[in-house]
C-alpha cells in the first residue's frame, strides 16, 4: 500500500513503491557478453542492475539473486566466498548460453550496512560466529528482502526460474513474491581456512545447504 507525503507546496504527494527501468547497457565482461539493465527501486531508493546474457525466456531462467557485498566482491575477502559465488555464477550464466544475475544493493552485510557489517567481522574475529555477531550488535541475523529482484524478473518478463543459490530463504521468498522455481541449483564455492568456520554456522545455523563441507576435513590458505 502506498503511503502518502507532503509535497513542498503542502500538497500530499503519493511516495512511488515501484521499480522502474531506467537504462540498458551493453557490458563486456571477462566472462562474457552481458546486457546491463539498471533499475532505481523507488521504495527504498536504492539502485539495482540485473546482468543479463542470451535470450532469457521465460520458464525455467538460470538465475542467481547476488547480495552485494563490497569486501567479497570487490576486494576479494576470503572472511566468505560471496566474490567467488559471484564470478561462478557469472561463468554459469554464460555457459548456459542465456541467464541473469540480479544484483542487489541495499543488501550488504545481509542487510545490516557496510559499518555494521564490519563491527560484526571484528566480533568473530574475537570468536563469536556469525549469528552470534550480529545478535549481539542487536541486529538481525538476516534482514534482506527480494521483493524488488522478484519484481525485476518479473520486468524482464521471467516467471520461473533455476535458481543458484544455497539459501532456502531466497527460494522461500521469491515464490511468495510470485516467481516459481524450477530447480535450486547449488553454487557450492571450496572452503578455506579463512571461512570454513563461517560457511559451517551458515549450514548448522541458517540451514543453507552445503554438502560439500562434510568433505572438508582439510582447507586450503
Known sequence: ??????????????????????????????????????????????????????????????????????????????????????????RAVVAEGSGVVVYLRGHEGRGIGLLAKLRAMALQAEGLDTVEANLALGLPVDARDYGVAARILGDLGVSSVRLMSNNPSKREALVRHGIQVAEQVPLLIPPCESNITYLRTKRERMDHHLPHLDAATAVSP
Not at 502506498?2 to 503542502?10: H, N, P, Q, R
Not at 521504495?43 to 547480495?67: K, M, N, P
Open 1 to 90: 500500500m502506498m503511503t502518502e507525503k507532503i509535497g513542498v507546496l503542502g500538497k500530499k504527494a503519493q511516495q512511488r513503491t515501484d521499480v522502474e527501468r531506467v537504462v540498458v547497457a551493453p557490458l563486456p565482461t571477462v566472462y562474457g557478453e552481458f546486457r546491463a539493465i539498471g533499475y532505481f527501486d523507488h521504495e527504498r531508493g536504492d539502485e539495482q542492475v540485473a546482468l543479463v546474457h542470451g535470450d532469457l525466456g521465460t520458464e525455467g531462467v538460470l538465475t542467481r539473486l547476488h547480495s552485494e557485498c563490497l569486501t567479497g566482491d570487490a576486494f576479494g575477502s576470503r572472511h566468505c566466498e560471496c566474490g567467488d559465488q559471484l564470478a561462478s555464477a557469472l
